[in-house]
């Protein structure tokens, strides 16, 4: 085999990595015996020459080998896994979970955390005092029995190589190659040997891919890849030009979700993705035959305007009590209560409308950037994140407004670090960037479509 400098060498020069390489080159970064300096100059080549398919998967292999698999026991039930390419707002893997759960799923799920603008599902459950989500196989596996599904953390144990790409990615400006997503993803997904796979790729303003055109060509590397590891994998495209749901922020998008179940409501474009990616979970796992069918198993009637109506009470009621147990079982539960009832959450600034007319989005990810400004996001993946600001998004895109209409609210809990004028200043600034306010009605994209 090759030594690192040859291996960096023949992929500058656009030549092919072999599989043993790609074995060698992962374990060295989970084990450190490849210095940083090696593999970010490794990377680079890699995203200026790109990847032949039979690279990729070998990078997803790698990926996965690179530390423990865990042979999830789905108890007869089907297997299906989910995950986003990440974007603002995106709460939807915390309501998908426990409802497919409930629908007769085995959902076992390894999150990730969030870097700049793109909130992690681990964040949001770590927001919750005294919650951590790095799980031992035999602690994952307990609560999949117990309740139906397991968000996990990525550990030292779960694909530990990716952990360390991942993050020299961030430094070198190399995220956004498609087949080094593809392993990322891949690789982390197949340790838990889900049957099935459903992904919401994002694409606009707020997420990492701007164009559909983008995101096309990921969910098809993602499809391909699935189907080369015997994976059954449904891909969503999802517009990211406005946040989903009503707020940004860690904490206070744990508590929308916990209202969801509570009350039934849920704002309407992320309403429109729960629903979506549920009936791709049931249909991933065998028991719908389409989006379209798995969708009717949540609802008796349509949603009627910015708020949902005729979920199955006796699903919501099933899903919820299986997010109680979850969230019991990592010691969150009574803390959470906690800070629900005694939370308060303080005005610190808002952005209203200059003038009347209808909501254009400009630019989502400086909605994202408000939050990171206030601390609530990460610039660094060991960046430690304030999870008690938020953003309020008052007015969905398309929505007519009138002068002096609330758009966003600039929220602080009490949190050990307070806001500072500046902070929330920048992040005002920041909120009116993201949207115009124009005379002409807008017709906002599709919030979801499946990729064929």
């Known amino acids: 085999m090759r030594s690192i400098i040859e291996i960096i ?37 890699c995203y200026c020459r790109s990847l032949t398919n039979a690279e ?13 698999i865990l042979h999830v026991d789905g108890g007869g039930r089907p297997r299906v896994d989910k995950h986003s390419t990440g974007g603002i707002g995106d709460k ?90 593809v392993g990322s993803i891949m690789g982390k997904k197949l340790t838990t040997e889900a049957d099935g796979l459903v992904l919401t790729v994002m694409w606009g303003s707020g997420a990492f891919m701007h164009s559909r055109e983008k995101a096309v060509e990921l969910g098809k590397a993602l499809k391909r890849s699935g189907k080369a590891n015997g994976r059954k994998v449904i891909v969503l495209l999802v517009n ?34 729960v629903r979506a990616t549920i009936g791709a979970m049931l249909l991933a796992g065998g028991l719908v035959k389409s989006i379209e069918e798995g969708m009717g198993w ?44 005694t939370a308060n959450w303080r005005v610190m600034g808002t952005v209203k409308a200059p003038h009347a007319g209808y909501l254009l989005p400009r630019d989502c990810s400086l909605i ?27 007015a969905g895109i398309g929505e007519k407004l009138i002068a002096g209409q609330p758009i966003f609210r600039v929220l602080d809990c009490d949190g050990e670090v307070a806001l500072t004028a500046g902070q929330v200043a920048r992040a005002v600034e920041l909120l009116k960037d993201s949207f115009s306010i124009e005379e002409i009605p807008y017709e906002p994209p599709l919030v979801w479509e499946e990729l064929k």
């Open 9 to 45: 060498t023949a992929k500058r020069d656009g030549k092919a990595v072999t599989a043993e390489e790609w074995a060698y080159i992962a374990n060295g970064a989970a084990k450190g015996t490849i210095p940083d300096y090696q593999l970010a100059a490794f990377l680079m080549a």
């Open 56 to 68: 990729t998967d070998a990078l997803v292999t790698a990926v996965r080998d690179s530390g423990k």
């Open 92 to 181: 939807v893997s915390l309501i998908c979970a426990p409802l497919a759960a409930t629908s007769g799923l085995c959902v076992p799920m390894i999150a990730g955390k969030g870097l700049g603008w793109t909130g992690g599902t681990v964040d949001k459950l770590e927001s919750i005092p005294g919650v951590s989500l790095s799980l031992t196989p035999e602690r994952f596996q307990e609560l999949l029995d117990e309740t139906g599904f397991c968000i996990g953390a990525q550990t030292d144990d779960i694909a530990p190589a990716d952990r360390k790409l991942y993050a020299l990615r961030d430094v070198t400006a190399t995220i956004d190659s498609i087949p080094l997503i």
């Open 240 to 273: 990211m030009d406005w946040p989903l749901g009503h707020y940004v922020g860690n904490l206070a998008e744990i508590i929308e979700v916990i209202k969801f179940f509570l009350e039934g409501s849920l704002e309407s474009r992320l309403w429109s993705v």
């Open 298 to 341: 949540l609802v008796e009637g349509e949603p009627e305007g910015r708020m949902t109506i005729g979920l199955h009470e006796e699903l919501l009621s099933d899903g919820f009590h299986s997010l109680l147990d979850y969230l019991e079982m990592l010691d969150g539960l009574a803390r959470l209560k906690e800070l629900m009832a």
């Open 368 to 394: 994202g950037r408000a939050l990171t400004e206030l601390g609530g996001g990460r610039t660094k993946l060991d960046d430690k994140i304030n999870p008690y600001v938020a953003i309020e998004c008052m």
